[in-house]
């Protein structure tokens, strides 16, 4: 069974940076391409960044372009979201979740498993 355990969330100043985790198990992780997104309070989740099995594709959200950077360690089982210049509509919680899709999907049907969330508040 497939476990995702996101960290690296927490509260943070306008124009810092944080970088989040997420460990993966229970699934041979090279296969799956990789999702990060994000769900404001009384908003759906909207997609932030996504990498194929090929760590060299990488797809953005317009919102994070040029702001954020996801990598993935397949030899660690674990993808990363760096956040730099952060701006209080940063303000979310925080998900990864894995695709079988050939590139990462930008919608949330698009992916089977989900983690739990980690919480990033950006203070003004």
């Known amino acids: 069974q497939a476990q995702l355990i996101e960290s690296g969330g927490g509260l943070v100043q306008a124009g810092g940076s944080l970088r989040l985790s997420c460990a993966v198990s229970?699934?041979?992780?090279?296969?799956?391409?990789m999702g990060w997104f994000r769900r404001a309070p009384g908003k759906g989740r909207e997609f932030v960044a996504g990498?194929?099995?090929?760590?060299?594709?990488?797809y953005y959200g317009d919102a994070v372009k040029g702001r954020f950077t996801i990598s993935r360690d397949n030899a660690k089982n674990t993808v990363y979201l760096q956040m730099n210049s952060l701006k209080p509509e940063d303000t979310a919680g925080y998900y990864c979740?894995?695709?079988?899709?050939?590139?990462?999907?930008?919608?949330?049907?698009?992916?089977?498993?989900w983690g739990q969330g980690t919480q990033v508040t950006v203070s003004s």
């Open positions: 229970g699934l041979t992780f090279s296969n799956y391409v």
């Open positions: 979740a894995t695709s079988t899709a050939l590139i990462p999907p930008r919608v949330e049907s698009g992916y089977r498993n």
């Open positions: 990498i194929s099995r090929r760590i060299d594709l990488t």
